[in-house]
């Protein structure tokens, strides 16, 4: 049983830079569903291939909860309700080659397009989006890392501060990035509750720092960045842990 859990953490998920920077608005299980999906299209993936026509993919209630480190009963549930969940929901992603300076260009398309119950496998079939299908596979070069990574973090917020940090990683595994208040505030589709900055830094940014450091290979430090007295941005620094 261990042995086939180890295994199952391995497996490399890959995204693009322009996917981890989208607009979007997932809860912690519909984001783990794109990390399964993310992992069978790396898998899956022919070299040199231009398009990419496979889009049904299988996720079994099993693998989710040895990944995850959570009871059967609980994977069913949670993933029966994510895949209803994420039917519906979107991602925005910022097209710079086609923008202006007054407009932006952006292309918002649907995660998945597509799901199928399949009882007698304890399994799940979602079909993805091809539309999403390219910043998982021949587009994702930036951002890759075994599953076992981020499963210890807790919630979507979580999981994409790790992305946006991966992103600028460098081959000597640190990293420096900037990261606009305002502009964090937009791709995480913070609502009202999120206007104050002291409710950013308190429920999302501490919470997530203090996770990222205890259970990932990452180790972050930061400095929030002020005009005048008001903090317009982070400077994360962050390095591998030896």
Known sequence: MSSKRNQLKKREVRQSVALAEATYDLSRDERRIIYLVAIQCAENEA????SFNITDYEIKVSDYQKIFGIELNEASRDLRGA?????DKSVKIHDPDESTKNEKSIEEFR????KKSLPKRGSWQVTLNPLVVPHLTSLANSIKYPIQQIVGLQNNYQYRLYDLLMAELNDNNKGNRTIDVEWLRDVFCLGKSYELYANIKKRIIEPAIKQINS???LNIKYVENKEKRKVVSWTF??????
């Open 237 to 242: 620094k962050y390095t591998f842990k030896n």
């Open 83 to 87: 895949i209803k969940s994420i039917y």
């Open 111 to 114: 995660w998945v397009i597509g």
């Open 215 to 217: 259970s990932t290979p």
């Open 47 to 50: 070299p040199g291939q231009e």
